[in-house]
């Protein structure tokens, strides 16, 4: 080698680059769009969060949580405990996710990114931050998410793998924000996380189970213990988007990481993102908008509906319609069943969460409805896709006559978004029998005028439950289970 040649530096990561930005994001570059779409988010999610608690698998969440997390400055939503940040993330992620009632991005993937949000929620209570810092936070989540839904062709979800793998690459740069770590701790936090959090898609293939809406808490958990342990000097692997046997090695085949960065703040993802009008898989909204328009359109009534074809993504045949679908038995399955969630837009012609009891489930009436429901792949509406969440539903009266409707995307999304009097009424659904009237009032108006509180501590206070329960364990009090446990953190 002549003294003339030199050696190149090293190509900057793309995790370097994202880091960097991340680090240095600030309340004041925000739009005013992205500020109000972040309260309109968190609203939304903590609606979900507050139905959340009530549920059975955050209960059992809870009891677990209850014996080995610790004491610390996060606040758990409705018990008002106050845990460790990484065990705060993981029951408040639970509640919010666990009724598939948050919001939705698909674009190659499918994603919930308001899954992030108990990690920006943790970490700035534990930094002593208040609701812009806050603010920065969720809107990062989303930014980050979203573009990591794009990057992939096919996405990640069509090889075979969850999309909990790409939160956990998103979740550590949003805590890494929250405790204000610099961008090289951020770049390690990344490291940490997104090496050894991949997630199988088998939890959202066939029967499903409580795993279903677990895997992402689980991910946005990951990515704050990564941020705690890169804050003290634990580093991870930098290469782990772009390099050897990183995420586009190991995933292939095409990757757009462009997409990760590029245009960075002159625009905002969270401005394009959903919400959900109904607790159900995402691709089961359009089909669900369509029937309940029909059967209210034209007065249908159950027994006089001969058959209802679905035509939509083969992927909505292959995992929504899957013969397990057809017979559910736990609401995850349901809420994740075309033909349930078809079958009671048909009989009770709504579809929310009363329609996910057991009792709903296992209903006579509803059941012999799922037959009748019919899904078919049709290769048009996958040319159309992601842009256009396309789907045809044709009734078929007993008579002979016929109700066809195309919809081109439901409820909810950002070209038909819900109202601010939905998303309150959405949630006041949700609180009811954990907060009083004037308890959601409170934080109604704290979360709306969140970028005015110089304490988060004092807005997730208003969290807590102020609805005395028949018995402690559904305040999310455990039970002792042995002398030998200690003194769980919640009684």
Request: hydrophobic share 40%; charged share 25%.
């Amino acid at each position: 080698m002549s003294a003339q040649t030199s050696i190149a530096a090293p190509k900057e990561t793309v995790t370097a680059r994202m880091s960097r930005w991340a680090a240095g994001l600030q309340y004041t570059d925000l739009s005013q769009d992205a500020i109000y779409q972040a309260k309109r988010f968190l609203l939304d999610s903590i609606g979900c969060a507050l139905g959340g608690y009530q549920q059975r698998d955050v209960k059992i969440a809870l009891e677990v949580l209850g014996e080995v997390a610790g004491r610390g400055p996060a606040t758990v939503i409705g018990t008002g405990a106050r845990i460790d940040s990484v065990s705060a993330t993981l029951a408040n992620a639970l509640m919010i996710r666990c009724m598939d009632y948050n919001d939705i991005y698909w674009k190659q993937d499918p994603s919930h990114p308001s899954d992030i949000f108990p990690a920006a929620l943790a970490c700035c209570e534990r930094a002593g931050s208040g609701g812009r810092e806050l603010i920065v936070g969720l809107v990062l989540g989303h930014e980050f998410e979203m573009r990591f839904c794009e990057a992939a062709f096919p996405g990640i979800r069509e090889r075979g793998w969850h999309h909990a793998t790409l939160t956990a690459f998103v979740s550590p740069i949003v805590a890494g924000r929250a405790l204000h770590l610099s961008p090289e701790q951020i770049q390690h936090a990344i490291g940490i996380s997104a090496s050894h959090h991949c997630t199988l898609g088998a939890v959202t293939a066939g029967k499903l189970t409580m795993m279903k809406n677990t895997v992402d808490p689980m991910a946005t958990q990951s990515g704050v213990l990564a941020a705690l342990l890169a804050e003290r000097g634990y580093s991870g692997p930098e290469h782990v988007v772009d390099g050897k046997e990183g995420l586009t090695h190991v995933f292939g085949p095409e990757w757009k990481l462009n997409l990760l960065t590029d245009g960075l703040g002159e625009s905002w993802r969270i401005t394009q993102c959903g919400m959900k009008a109904f607790p159900t898989e995402a691709l089961t909204h359009a089909p669900i908008s369509a029937v309940l328009d029909l059967v209210r359109t034209n007065d249908l009534h159950p027994e006089e509906v001969k058959k209802i074809q679905i035509r939509s993504l083969a992927r909505a045949a292959d995992i929504l319609s899957d013969p397990s679908k057809y017979d559910p038995h736990t609401r995850e399955t349901a809420d994740h069943s075309l033909p349930y969630v078809i079958a009671a837009a048909l009989v009770e012609r709504q579809v929310t969460p009363a329609q996910f009891t057991m009792e709903k489930i296992l209903d006579a009436n509803i059941r012999a409805q799922l037959k009748k429901v019919e899904v078919v792949s049709d290769p048009d509406i996958e040319k159309v896709f992601p842009a256009l969440q396309r789907v045809i539903v044709k009734i078929t009266a007993t008579d002979g006559r016929t109700f066809t409707k195309q919809l081109d995307f439901p409820k909810g999304d950002p070209r038909n978004p819900l109202t601010g009097q939905e998303i309150e009424e959405k949630f006041a659904a949700l609180a009811e029998g954990v907060l009083s009237t004037g308890a959601q009032k409170k934080l109604k108006e704290a979360i709306w005028n969140l970028e005015n509180s110089d304490s988060l501590r004092k807005v997730m206070a208003l969290m807590k439950s102020d609805i005395q329960k028949k018995h402690a364990r559904s305040e999310g009090r455990p039970r002792r289970i042995s002398k030998k446990h200690p003194k769980p953190v919640f009684a």
